[in-house]
């Protein structure tokens, strides 16, 4: 190793190596950033001393604060629970529209509702409540058995043709299959297809004859006009909503052997409170009234 010498540019002594004839300056760090890092230094150390840090067996160090993120946790949760217990209380005390005017505990509601919805529900109604075939929108404004918040409420307590619940929903469309000659399911299916303008190909003298059949046999439920009775739970057969298909040949796959859908009666096993929220929250996609 080479004796030090000062360097005559710099005038700062070198410490004496050199690497192919580079030589190094002793240099000293600034004070600023010596004073920095001896500061770190002490105050990683209080920290150690302050603040749970070492880890033991199956817990660690407390220091002397007593501090623990957990324990914070624990506290917050505990605040929130308190105050989710309110709104509960009042949602389980109060009617579905006094909820719903209630602007907090609306907001409240839906929120938990949304929740409940994507545990329960969209399995049959999507996640976005669109429905697929079989399983209503939920989103649009026809109802079956209505779309006021208490004819939600009602339905999705007691279901649809749940056979469990005494209160259930209940009004199934018979198959004609065996009441109807094919030929007049077919003129029947067209006449009602015609209603929504999805009649293409069909004769008049068939849809004259399928509106005979319906007058018939269908005007009892669905109306004169097919528009449908909620009461019933009959649809109306003129809107471009149609749970099993709007052709001509599915409309004739109803009339003859008709599918019959199935909705739990969700009381029973969610409780009246979260019951409520779900229908605060389907209330709330802006179908319904």
Known sequence: ????????????????????????????????????????????????????????????????????????????????????????????????????????LRNFAAAAGGAAFKVNCVQCHGSGAQGSPGYPNLNDDEWLWGGTAKDILQTISHGIRFADDPDTRMSEMPAFGGMLESKQITQVASFVASLSDKAEGASAETIAAGKEVFAQNCVACHGEAGKGNRELGAPDLTDAIWLYGSTPAAIAAQVRAPKHGVMPAWKARLGDTLVKELTVYVHSLGGGK
């Open 1 to 104: 190793m080479s004796e030090k010498e000062v360097d005559q540019i710099s005038g700062v002594s070198t410490t004496g190596h050199s690497w192919d004839g580079i030589k190094e300056l002793d240099t000293p760090m600034p004070r600023w950033w010596l004073f920095t890092f001896y500061v770190t230094i002490a105050w990683a150390l209080a920290y150690v001393i302050a603040y749970p840090a070492w880890p033991l067996l199956s817990t660690a160090t407390t220091g002397l604060l007593g501090y623990s993120s957990r324990g914070e946790i624990r506290k917050e949760l505990q605040a929130a629970q308190t105050a989710k217990g309110d709104y509960i209380a009042a949602i389980s005390s109060k009617t579905i529209d006094e909820i719903i005017a209630d602007d907090s």
